[in-house]
C-alpha cells in the first residue's frame, strides 16, 4: 500500500508561482511513476503532467511550458512547480502513482494508477 500526501495549493493570483508536493510512504518509490492530475467543478479529471521512474516527462498542452514535473526519489516525493498560473489552472490536483517495472515509462490515463492522494485546492484568482 502507498500512500500521498499532497501539499501546497493556495488562492494565488493570476501570474503567480505555486510550487505542489506529493510525499509518499514506501521504500520503492523509484519503482513507481507518478502523475499530477487536476479537476475543476463540472469537469473530467484530467492529466496535467506525468513522470517515470526515470525521470521521463509528458506534460498536457495547456501547461506545457508553464509547469514542470520532477521527483526526489531519495525524499519520496514528487512535485510540479507551476509558473504563469491563469485562472482556467484553479482545480483541486491530485498526484497519483503507479507501479512499473518500466524505468521510462509514464502513463497519462487516470484508470492505469494505482493509489491516489487527497488533492489539494489550487485558485487562481484573476
Known amino acids: 500500500q502507498v500512500q500521498l500526501v499532497e501539499s501546497g495549493g493556495r488562492l494565488v493570483q493570476a501570474g503567480d508561482s505555486l510550487r505542489l508536493s506529493c510525499a509518499t510512504s514506501?521504500?520503492?518509490?523509484?519503482?513507481?511513476?507518478m502523475g499530477w492530475f487536476r479537476q475543476a467543478p463540472g469537469k473530467q479529471r484530467e492529466l496535467v503532467a506525468a513522470?517515470?521512474?526515470?525521470?521521463?516527462?509528458y506534460y498536457a498542452d495547456s501547461v506545457k511550458g508553464r509547469f514542470t514535473i520532477s521527483r526526489d526519489n531519495a525524499k519520496n516525493t514528487v512535485y510540479l512547480q507551476m509558473n504563469s498560473l491563469k485562472p482556467e489552472d484553479t482545480a483541486v490536483y491530485s498526484c497519483a502513482a503507479k507501479h512499473s517495472y518500466y524505468s521510462s515509462n509514464y502513463y497519462t490515463r487516470p484508470g492505469e494508477y494505482d493509489y491516489w492522494g487527497q488533492g489539494t485546492q489550487v485558485t487562481v484568482s484573476s
Open positions: 513522470i517515470s521512474g526515470g525521470g521521463s516527462t
Open positions: 514506501g521504500r520503492t518509490f523509484s519503482s513507481y511513476a
